[in-house]
């Protein structure tokens, strides 16, 4: 329950400021591809904090106010082999 609300809370960030600063540009995987570690949203989570979260949301952004999450994947994965 603590992890699923960390991870609701860091979609919500990322839906609001898609190029905030705890963001990564990762254009060189995919054009446009950028990524959010959902440990940024720890403040955020209506539950007891997550000790170590481990997951980074990659997304981008295809219009003003759309964006499309690409893929959550856990933060030791390369994301060039997991997405396509």
Known sequence: MRYSSL??????RV?????G???SDHS???PGLRSFHIRHSREQSREAPVGRPVHMIFYRVEE???VEIVRVLHERMEPGLHIV
């Open 7 to 12: 991870l609701l809370a860091a979609l919500q």
């Open 15 to 19: 839906a609001e400021m898609p190029e």
């Open 21 to 23: 600063r705890s963001t």
């Open 28 to 30: 060189g995987v995919r």
């Open 64 to 66: 003003p106010g759309v």
